[in-house]
C-alpha cells in the first residue's frame, strides 16, 4: 500500500488549489461590488457639488423648464408612456434614435452634450433625483431623473424620511442617497443603482454557478492527474517492498549455508582468527535478513488481529529490558495504566514497544529512561523518552525511513541498521495507528497512539 502520507500531502494540494480558485472568484467579485459603489459615490458626490436650484445636471431641466400639461414633442415613446411590465432595468436604460426629415424636432431643454465634457458617459448616463428642502422643511425643488420611476410624491417622502435620521449618506433599497446643507436649503440627493445592481446580481449569479461547475470539473481533474501521478509512485514503492521480501527469503539460505559450513570448520580447525570474522559477519548478514523479512511482514502481510491486552504486552517488555538498561547503568520508569485493550497481533506490537525501549536504552545520553502507556479518549498512547541531543528538524522527518540513521557516520555495532523505527512506523499504521517524534529541551520524545477496543 502506498505511502498514506504521501496521498494526504496530495489530496491537501488539490483541496489548496481549488479553495484559491473559490477565494480567487470571490476577491474579485467583492472587489468589483466595492469598485463600482465607490463610483457611484464619487458621481453622486459630484452631482451634489454641481447642483443648483436654477440648473440641476445630468437631468436636461431646470425648475423653470419643468414640463407642464402638454408634453414638448420628441421622437419614440416616453418612459412614462411605456408598459409597466418592462421593469425598472428598461426604464432605467438610456436609448438613442435618429429620424431624418428636412425639419429638426424640437427637444425640451439643454442636452447632455452641453454638460462639462469631464464628466464622462458614466455620469452623463447616470439617473439622479433630488429634493431641495427649504430650512422651514418646504420643498423648493424635486427632480425625478425624467424616468418615471419614481413620483414627486414618493420621492419627497424619501426625503422626508432620511432628514429625520441622523445619517449624511448612505443607501437605501437600489438608491444611494447624500443629504448635503447648501446656502438657504438642504440637498437630498440620490443616484438610482438599479441597472448596476442587476448587473451585479446577474454577474454574481453566473459567477456562482460557472464557478461552482468549474470548481466541481477541477476536482475531479486533479483527482484523476493525481491517481496518474500516484500510479507510479505507487508502483514503484509496491516493487522495492517485494524486491525486499524477496531478496530477504532468497538470502536466509545461503546465509544458513555459511553459518553452519562455519561452524563445521570451526570444530575442525580450531580458534582461527579469519574463520571467526567470518563468522561475525555472517552473524550480522542474518540479523539484517531477519529484520528486512520482519519490515517485510509488518508493510505487506495481512496478519490475524484479536483483542491484546497491550497493557501486559508493556509490562513484559519493560521487566525484560531492565537488565539490559542496568547493564548501561541507566533505570526504566515506567507509568503504565491497567486494563487497556487493542485490536490487534501480539507479536507485532511486543516487537514494537521492544524496538521503542531498544532505541531508548542506546541512544539515550542520561542515566534514565520513561516508559507510558495512558489512555487517552479513545486511543491508547504509548510513550519512550530519553535524554538526547536535540535532533534538527530536517532530519527528524527521515527518522522512520529504512536504513536511516542521525549520526551517518556510525557503524552497524550491535547489528542496527535503521530499520528499527521502520517496522515500527509500520507495526502502527498496521493497527490503525501512528508514530511521532519530538526532540526539544534536551528529551527525545517516540509517541505511539492506537485506537482503544470499544468496551
Not at 500531502?9 to 484559491?20: D, F, G, K, N
Not at 447642483?51 to 436636461?60: A, E, F, L, V
Not at 488481529?305 to 537488565?323: C, H, K, N, Y
Not at 549520526?407 to 512506523?425: T, V
Amino acid at each position: 500500500m502506498f505511502s498514506s502520507s504521501r496521498k494526504k500531502i496530495i489530496l491537501a494540494i488539490m483541496l489548496s488549489l481549488i479553495l484559491l480558485f473559490g477565494v480567487t472568484l470571490s476577491v474579485i467579485m467583492l472587489v468589483s461590488y466595492h469598485e463600482i459603489r465607490q463610483q457611484s459615490s464619487e458621481m453622486l458626490e459630484r452631482y451634489v457639488d454641481m447642483y443648483s436650484p436654477d440648473r440641476q445636471p445630468g437631468t436636461g431641466t431646470s425648475p423653470d423648464s419643468a414640463p407642464d400639461n402638454q408634453s414638448l414633442p420628441g421622437p419614440g415613446p416616453k418612459h412614462g408612456d411605456l408598459p409597466p411590465d418592462l421593469g425598472p432595468g428598461f426604464q432605467l436604460s438610456t436609448f438613442y434614435s435618429v429620424a431624418f426629415d428636412n425639419q429638426s424636432l424640437p427637444g425640451p431643454g439643454p442636452k447632455h452634450g452641453d454638460l462639462p465634457p469631464d464628466l464622462g458617459p458614466g455620469f452623463q448616463l447616470s439617473t439622479f433625483y433630488s429634493v431641495a428642502f427649504s430650512e422651514d422643511g418646504t420643498v423648493l425643488s424635486v427632480n425625478d431623473g425624467a424616468k418615471g420611476l419614481y413620483s414627486e410624491d414618493e420621492l419627497i417622502s424619501i426625503g422626508r424620511e432620511l432628514l429625520a435620521k441622523d445619517k449624511t449618506e448612505g443607501r437605501l433599497d437600489n438608491l444611494s442617497y447624500r443629504i448635503s446643507s447648501k446656502p438657504g436649503y438642504t440637498l437630498v440627493a440620490f443616484i438610482d443603482d438599479t441597472v448596476t445592481e442587476s448587473s451585479m446580481k446577474t454577474l454574481l449569479h453566473n459567477v456562482l454557478i460557472i464557478g461552482g461547475a468549474s470548481i466541481v470539473i477541477l476536482f475531479f481533474v486533479s483527482l484523476v492527474l493525481s491517481r496518474r501521478i500516484i500510479r507510479p509512485l505507487e508502483e514503484n514503492d509496491k516493487q522495492q517492498k517485494q524486491f525486499i521480501s524477496d531478496a530477504s527469503h532468497e538470502l536466509k539460505t545461503p546465509v544458513a549455508v555459511i553459518s553452519t559450513n562455519a561452524e563445521l570448520l570451526s570444530r575442525e580447525l580450531g580458534e582461527n582468527e579469519w574463520l571467526a570474522n567470518i563468522q561475525y559477519e555472517n552473524e550480522r548478514m542474518g540479523d539484517l535478513v531477519k529484520q528486512l523479512l520482519d519490515l517485510s511482514r509488518a508493510e505487506n502481510t495481512e496478519t490475524p488481529m484479536e483483542t491484546v491486552d497491550l497493557t501486559r504486552i508493556v509490562t513484559g517488555e519493560v521487566l525484560a529490558f531492565e537488565s539490559v538498561a542496568f547493564d548501561q547503568g541507566k533505570t526504566i520508569q515506567s507509568d503504565i495504566d491497567e486494563e487497556i485493550h487493542v485490536i490487534g497481533n501480539q507479536a507485532h506490537l511486543t516487537q514494537l514497544t521492544s524496538i521503542l525501549l531498544d532505541n531508548a536504552v542506546r541512544h539515550g545520553t542520561g542515566s534514565e529512561i520513561e516508559l507510558s502507556l495512558k489512555r487517552q479518549g479513545h486511543m491508547a498512547v504509548l510513550s519512550a523518552v530519553n535524554d538526547g541531543d536535540e535532533i534538527p528538524p530536517e532530519k527528524l522527518e527521515h527518522l522512520f525511513d529504512r536504513f536511516y540513521r542521525v549520526d551517518e557516520a556510525r557503524s552497524s555495532d550491535g547489528h542496527h541498521y535503521g530499520l528499527g523505527l521502520s517496522i515500527a512506523k509500520a507495526v502502527a499504521e498496521k493497527h490503525g495507528g501512528s508514530i511521532a517524534v519530538s526532540s526539544q529541551d534536551g528529551k527525545v520524545r517516540f509517541t505511539v497512539s492506537i485506537p482503544e477496543k470499544n468496551k
